[in-house]
């Protein structure tokens, strides 16, 4: 797997909606999103901080919590037109 690519808050949150995350409510700045697969429910807390790149240890546990697959991302940020910092 290459390097992850630094990301905001605001750009994973776009990536787990088109994954078919749902935004369910915000806690401080943290936005909360689920997906329900079957019984199996997944929640994800988001940190946004303005316009702050994640770090990588937060932003590989959200991608392996969301089950997002190195692939996966590079697919999703090409479709979403999200350019590489």
């Known amino acids: ?3 992850l690519p630094p990301l905001n808050g605001k750009e994973v949150c776009r990536i787990l909606e088109k994954e078919g995350f749902v935004y369910v409510r915000q806690t401080g700045s943290h936005r909360i999103y ?3 697969l ?4 997944i929640t994800i807390p988001v940190p946004v901080h303005s316009n702050t790149s994640l770090k990588k240890g937060a932003l590989h546990a959200i991608l ?3 089950r997002i697959s190195w ?3 590079s697919f999703l940020l090409s479709v979403l037109g999200i350019l590489l910092h």
């Open 1 to 3: 797997m290459d390097k």
């Open 34 to 36: 689920r997906k329900t």
């Open 38 to 41: 079957g019984e199996e429910s």
């Open 64 to 66: 392996k919590k969301a």
């Open 71 to 73: 692939e996966k991302l």
